[in-house]
């Protein structure tokens, strides 16, 4: 220790600081441990200890007898410093973080506690510092803050770092701020490779880094790219000429391709703090012009952003009546025209809304399969009318009972292994149990779909064509697939007996499913004249309001028990 440093020392003591200062134990430590003299010009360094030495590249003999601040170099304006002086004069603890500089000239972080040293008289005579060398932890901040606010691939601002820049953006100008997407971003990967990937994110961040009146850019992710733009006096035709410049064949290594952009925007007079809104209205104008195809652009419309909420409202509804068991089925009756008797029912899914009360499905069920959980749905009303069907035959009501399965779930679901646990679980027969498909399903007829189609007949499990003839289902497909029932849409019932053209495509249709072997229902049946034409034209299966409205489980168990057989045959 020097001579310095032990006569201050012993000034200490002498002054009764009541401190003992071991130099073995300071030595230890591994953090830095200088202690400066308050009583001194200009409060020199008295000890440090090796640790203090090493962080800093000073030995000790250069250290002592300095003030600490030559640390800092030439940066003495740092707001560090202005609280480490302000501390000193008051008398107090404080930590201050500092860009000091080693004696190599090399730049470090520099986390220094500062406590005050009193003697008996409670007057502060010596300051405590304890330096902790933060470089790496300041530099690893450093670089997650920059992550969080520019994009590595693309050198574009983040959603966070584009919002934030927004926040600081002062003009008097309109602000047009518009959201862009590559729509085939996955082929190019999944062609190219994803470095040629790489290469068109890389160009198209240039492209729109270089639109006039930028204000702002940044990559939201993926292939989804984000900009503002000051003040365009006419906002679709910068629109237009920014999706030109966009659209333009991108180079890639061995190929040239052309991509489809597309994109959303909204504007407004600009106002700090409009930045995310402004934002979230562009957004939902890409989803606006995604829906309408590849290559559109669509400008923000309230409508859609109020259509947006219900969507999100309802979807958020949907799941709690899932968990709160709000759905219910409801069954219409299948009645064999020549004798009234039931034969089938088809299950129709209702929402038991604890506000809104008993809604149909066409109020829901949009959303249900835009959402996904139509899948969930689905699962539930196949096991319920499985139920249904087991307790039914179980009285000896020899009914089969009809579900209505949505193209979403049947691409989703393996329905096979579904229905095969469904109706193991409520012990029915898969003779009881009959899918009602619309013609959507049959669009894509892929070897998925077909095998599928096959795995259920050999269960046993009824297939029907719903709706048909409104699409483009053929008869074709009706000769082809394992169906063993069609439907005939009540747009082909209604007004039957006065127009020639429905009468005669419906004795077609029925004389193709006869011909087949497969049985044939016309539904929406609500008139007498539309019974009786039926009837003449050799219908065997209708339902509709004109014999029963679709009902409750328990009103359906009193129907059956009561009148198995409707008075409904033609006398």
Known sequence: MSRLSEKSLRVAGASSLGLVLNEQTLEGFSDGIAIADLSLHDHPLVYVNSTFERISGYRREELLGRNCRFLQGAERTQPGVEAMARAIAEGCDTTVVLRNYRRDGTPFWNELRLRPLRDAAGRVTHYLGIMRDVTDFRELNERLARAATFDEMTGLLTRRGFLDRLALLETQDRLLVLCCDIDQLRDVNA?????????????????????????????????????????????????????????????????????????????????????????????????????????????????????????????????????????????????????????????????????????????????????????????????????????????????????????????????????????????????????????????????????????????????????????????DQLRSLPFTEVKLDRSFVRNLHQDPVQAAIVTGTLGVARALGISATCEGVETEAERAHLVALGCPVAQGYLFSLPLAREDLIWLLEKHAVLPVAAE
């Open 191 to 475: 062609t190219y490779g994803r470095p040629a990937g790489d290469i068109l994110l890389r160009e198209l961040a240039r492209r729109l880094a270089a639109a006039p009146g930028l204000a702002a850019a940044s990559r939201l992710g993926a292939g989804q790219f984000a900009a503002a733009l000051r003040g365009p006096e006419r906002g679709e035709d910068a629109i237009a000429a920014l999706h030109a410049a966009l659209r333009q064949p991108f180079t890639l290594p061995g190929a040239t391709a052309s991509l489809t952009v597309t994109l959303g925007w909204a504007e407004a007079a600009w106002s700090v703090g409009q930045g995310e809104k402004l934002l979230i209205e562009a957004e939902a104008a890409l989803y606006a012009a995604k829906a309408a195809g590849h290559g559109e652009r669509r400008a923000f419309d309230p409508a859609v952003e109020r259509e947006s909420r219900r969507r999100l409202r309802l979807t958020a509804e949907l799941r709690n009546a899932l968990t709160n068991r709000e759905f219910v089925l409801h069954y219409q009756p299948k009645v064999e025209l020549a004798t009234g008797r039931i034969i089938g029912l088809e299950a129709l899914l209702r929402w038991q809304n604890p506000i809104f009360g008993l809604q149909s499905p066409d109020r829901f069920l949009p959303v249900a399969e835009q959402s996904g959980l139509i899948v969930e749905i689905g699962a539930w009303a196949l096991a319920e009318a499985a139920r249904t069907a087991a307790e039914l035959n179980r009285r000896g009501h020899a009914v089969q009972v009809a579900v209505n399965v949505s193209p979403v779930q049947f691409h989703r679901d393996d329905m096979a292994v579904l229905l095969r646990r469904i109706l193991a679980e409520a012990g029915a027969e898969p003779g009881w149990i009959s899918i009602e498909l619309t013609e959507t399903v049959l669009a894509d007829g892929t070897p998925r779909t077909l095998a599928c189609f096959r795995a259920l007949r050999e269960m046993g499990i009824g297939l029907a064509m719903d709706d048909f003839g409104t699409g483009f289902a053929s008869l």
